[in-house]
T-cell receptor, first 116, second 112 residues
Framework: GAGVSQSPRYKVAKRGQDVALRCDPI?????LFWYQQALGQGPEFLTY????????KSGLPSDRFFAERPEGSVSTLKIQRTQQEDSAVYLC??????????????FGNGTRLTVT | QKEVEQNSGPLSVPEGAIASLNCTYS??????FFWYRQYSGKSPELIMF????GDKEDGRFTAQLNKASQYVSLLIRDSQPSDSATYLC????????????FGTGTRLTVIP
């Protein structure tokens, strides 16, 4: 498919478990973003990659959150020692440009994480 | 103060009417403005973007930007039940990274 692909679609974790969420962006898209969306809220920025470089991680809520994109394509968001407040939909988005003005984000379908 | 503010709604309009969705932003240096539509349980999908003052039309959708008032709106003409969704306003700041700041979204219901 030509869109942003995320897996798994749903993830249930017990509190304290580690989870890894995968994002496969649109081929050729340089920029990759992770967002967290709580129920009834808009997406909240977590982190941004330009190719393999993580240029902004200011939105990561704690040091339990870690993201990587080692080859500038697929990205993984890892959450260690999950807590109930981590329950949310995690959205990955990619865009074509570097810092051009109107490069829109294309979102994947998200991973719904539930921590019990 | 959040970077992007939207009325959460819900906003209900009858089929065929004009739906007006509003958004304000706090950073006067903001560059680009986006409207995304999100159906329940789905990911956001881009409807329109605008970066110059004035109106931009695309089919039944018109985006309006007023940088002096730090205000952006989306008008949906001839509203259809299929337009029922949450509409997210997003803003790209002039400085900083490429990321967008999103509002909480306005839930629109078009009543047949």
């Amino acid at each position: 498919g030509a869109g942003v692909s995320q897996s798994p679609r749903y993830k249930v974790a017990k509190r304290g478990q580690d989870v890894a969420l995968r994002c496969d962006p649109i081929s050729g898209h340089v920029s990759l973003f992770w967002y967290q969306q709580a129920l009834g809220q808009g997406p909240e920025f977590l982190t941004y990659f330009q190719n393999e470089a993580q240029l902004d991680k200011s939105g990561l809520p704690s040091d339990r959150f870690f993201a990587e994109r080692p080859e500038g394509s697929v990205s993984t968001l890892k959450i260690q020692r999950t807590q109930q407040e981590d329950s949310a939909v995690y959205l990955c988005a990619s865009s074509l440009g570097y810092r051009d003005q109107v490069s829109p984000l294309h979102f994947g379908n998200g991973t719904r994480l539930t921590v019990t | 103060q959040k970077e992007v503010e939207q009325n959460s709604g819900p906003l209900s309009v009858p089929e065929g009417a004009i739906a007006s969705l509003n958004c304000t932003y706090s950073d006067r240096g903001s560059q680009s403005f986006f409207w995304y539509r999100q159906y329940s349980g789905k990911s956001p999908e881009l409807i329109m973007f605008i970066y110059s003052n004035g109106d931009k039309e695309d089919g039944r959708f018109t985006a309006q930007l007023n940088k002096a008032s730090q205000y952006v709106s989306l008008l949906i003409r001839d509203s259809q039940p299929s337009d029922s969704a949450t509409y997210l306003c997003a803003v790209k700041l002039k400085t900083g990274a490429n990321n967008l700041f999103f509002g909480t979204g306005t839930r629109l219901t078009v009543i047949p």
